[in-house]
């Protein structure tokens, strides 16, 4: 399966495709997703993460594979609060910090079975969400920190 794609892969930073259709090689890749996920003990991972350039996340807050959640074209819907709290991203080996995010959100996806579900999330799950959902917009965690904090990250993991 597929390996981790590496910051500032082009591939990471451009807004992922919308699913049409939830077919075999959808299936597939998910499936190869959670893999790479459990193996590398991430908490959640993007399809363009993988190199794959689809709306598709999974995530399993508690590294339990009895707990995955799969999220196909996900769209906030409503968000509350605000909470500071570290991240990192194994996109981005290495670095950590402190983003603000959104303390819990309601998010609408689509399900491995084409059905449209609602999701209130808060706690560690809220966070992957918005997470994730910055990864399939092309964006990454460091991208919501200070410019000079963000060029710090980049010149001691020599990203240019
Ligand atoms: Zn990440």
Known sequence: MNKIVIY?????????KLVKQI?????????????????????GLSANQVGV????????????????????NPKIIKKYGKIMDE???????????FIRRYREVEVE?????????????????A???QHEIDH????????RVSSKERRKHFKRLKIR
């Open 23 to 43: 077919c075999e090689d959808e299936i597939n890749l998910i499936r190869g997703m959670i893999e790479v996920m459990f193996e590398s003990r991430g908490v």
């Open 127 to 129: 966070r992957i969400v």
């Open 109 to 125: 996806a689509l399900g491995v079975d084409g059905k449209l579900f609602k999701i209130k999330a808060e706690g560690l799950l």
């Open 8 to 16: 500032p892969k082009k591939v990471l930073k451009r807004k992922t």
């Open 136 to 143: 399939l917009n092309g964006k990454i965690f460091l991208d």
């Open 53 to 72: 350039n689809k709306r598709i996340f999974v995530t399993s807050p508690r590294i339990k594979r009895e707990e995955v959640f799969i999220f196909i």
């Open 87 to 97: 991240e990192g991203c194994l996109s981005v080996p290495g670095a950590a910090a």
